[in-house]
């Protein structure tokens, strides 16, 4: 894999004025060409100047990492955001429209950042807008930035993405950060192993894909089995606030990490969580060297002014 982003120059120019919706819009060659410009962007090999771009943050659900990273991003970047974190401050609570809603506001910035409760949100609101609409998470739909961001920091830590063995423990029903990443992984080739709570299983929808594409993968019972064949552990919290209610789940299954699990791990192991996490990952284990959750959320700052600037048009000029 080349390491200069300027050889991909031509890829990424094709970001400019473009929505980012779901991760499977992206080719191989887009997905490595946005690593190599978030490489550059860590490193502080290239700078972007966003001074007179303007940044909609539009956040319909509470956020921490994403709000602020892209908010962060752009400020860092000499840019400007407006925006709000509560659909109880906009004209939603009058009933106005997700439409005419990002209708308006597509008309005061430059691009908007949409997080949405609903699947499906992000897609209307860039049919909505001639503005650039990036996908901060639509229900339990998508969320290509997060998958930017843990293809970024897995190449990071395994200096490569190809043929890796890659392990999704938790709700893998209404993650959409895990729905995302695993359509990711399958363009990589990864092989896949899959242990949930009954009830929280990965949707067929998504299985299905992976047997289309031939992607190895397999469901198991116990997450201690697993862990000796991985090269990356990617664990997420239970989803309560997408579950319908009433909704039972199993909770007999142990999928609470501990240090003692890890005793038959690969040396290379590194252990991912988008967070928050709430006790799927016990907190002795923060400092251990397979910890590398909150490296990953360091990266979505990096990601994200690669992400911005090409959107905006602002890279080499």
Known sequence: ???????????????????????????????????????????????????????ASCFFEPSTRTKLSFESAMKRLSGEVIGFSDAKETSISKKETLSDTIKMVGEYADVIVLRHPFSGSARLAHESTKTPVINAGDGSNQHPTQTLVDLFTINQCQNKLNDLHIGFTGDLKYSRTIHSLVQACSIFNMRMYFTSYYGLELPSQISNELKNKSILFSFHPD??????????????????????????YSTEENYHLEESMLEKAKSNLK??????????????????????????????????QALLSSILGKLWK
Do not use: C, W
């Open 1 to 55: 894999m080349t390491t200069n982003p300027k050889d991909y120059q031509d890829t990424l120019k094709s970001f400019e004025n473009r929505s980012i919706l779901s991760i499977n819009d992206f080719s191989k060659n887009e997905l490595l060409a946005l690593i190599q410009l978030t490489a550059a962007f860590k490193n502080k090999t290239i700078h972007s100047n966003l001074q007179g771009s303007l940044m």
């Open 223 to 248: 997450l201690k089995e697993i862990i000796p064949k991985l090269d990356i552990l990617y664990m997420t919290r239970i989803q309560e606030e997408r579950m319908p209610k009433p909704f039972s």
């Open 271 to 304: 252990i991912l969580h988008a967070l928050p996490r709430v006790n799927e990952i016990d907190r002795s284990l923060d400092n251990h060297p397979s910890a590398y959750y909150f490296e990953q959320a360091k990266n979505g700052l990096y990601l994200r």
